[in-house]
């Protein structure tokens, strides 16, 4: 059964940092695009980020580009997303993604999702 699995959430003031982390069982990265989507209260998920299985190709939304990175270890089957320079409107529920074939702006559109964790940025 394959899982993802996010951490590293919590709370943070406008400016500072915090970094994401998803751990994956049952090899799921293995040869996949995987990617980070957000959700805001009373909005839709979000696009934030997706990689390549060979990293060399990342994609972000506008607004966090610049701010945010998105980063894999392959070998221990774990994704990152550094988010520096936070905003208050980057407070949501983060998700971690992750599909052998699939790479975009369709949060349903990988097969394999994380439960989320909650990012709040104060003012």
């Known amino acids: 059964q394959v899982q993802l699995v996010e951490s590293g959430g919590g709370l943070a003031q406008a400016g500072g940092s915090l970094r994401l982390s998803c751990a994956a069982s049952?090899?799921?990265?293995?040869?996949?695009?995987m990617g980070w989507f957000r959700q805001a209260p009373g909005k839709e998920h979000e696009f934030v980020a997706d990689?390549?299985?060979?990293?060399?190709?990342?994609t972000y939304a506008d607004s966090v580009e610049g701010r945010f990175t998105i980063s894999r270890d392959n070998v221990n089957d774990t994704i990152y997303l550094q988010m520096d320079n936070l905003k208050p409107e980057d407070t949501g529920v983060y998700y971690c993604?992750?599909?052998?074939?699939?790479?975009?702006?369709?949060?349903?559109?990988?097969?394999?999702r994380g439960r989320g964790t909650q990012v709040t940025v104060s003012s």
């Open positions: 993604v992750s599909d052998r074939f699939y790479g975009g702006p369709d949060y349903f559109g990988y097969s394999y």
């Open positions: 049952g090899r799921a990265l293995v040869g996949s695009v």
């Open positions: 990689m390549n299985w060979s990293g060399y190709a990342t």
